[in-house]
């Protein structure tokens, strides 16, 4: 796999008007995973075997045809952290099989928890950007989910 890093990851970080037990929930449950998707895409299926060295799945069918993507969870730390790899799919064939890796954090705040999103690794500023938008519109879905 294909592994060169960046040298600024890209750092997303909001207040989530829910438990953080919750929100983990929707993180690690596979029947919660629709709020993934952003735009027009759709989960069709996902797997999740969530402990260290389990892997997920996620499935999806977009205008384009099916997508899938996934990776290896790193470490688990209900509910306050989350860490897994992330090899992006066919959906960009240019950097099908890279590997990076994201870091979900939970923390509890007045109002709901602070969830803050690291990924390193990703190979060009032009990928963090288009996986900003990703993530941002993710986790928008995620806000009415939760």
Not at 28 to 52: H, K, M, Y
Not at 90 to 108: I, K, M
Request: aromatic share 6%; hydrophobic share 35%.
């Amino acid at each position: 796999m294909n592994t060169i890093e960046t040298t600024q990851p890209l750092v997303i970080s909001r207040l989530i008007k829910a438990p953080r037990e919750r929100v983990f929930e929707v993180w690690t449950t596979p029947e919660l995973a629709q709020w993934i998707c952003p735009g027009e895409r759709r989960v069709v299926s996902s797997q999740v075997d969530l402990r260290v060295g389990g892997a997920y799945a996620i499935h999806l069918e977009t205008d384009d045809g099916p997508v899938t993507f996934g990776g290896i969870y790193r470490k688990i730390q209900k509910p306050a952290q989350i860490v897994f790899t992330w090899v992006i799919g066919d959906c960009l064939p240019e950097y099908a099989g890279h590997q990076s890796q994201v870091t979900v954090d939970l923390a509890e705040e007045k109002g709901g928890t602070r969830l803050t999103l690291t990924h390193e690794g990703l190979p060009n500023a032009e990928l963090a950007e288009k996986h900003g938008r990703g993530w941002n519109g993710s986790l928008d879905n995620l806000e009415k989910q939760v």
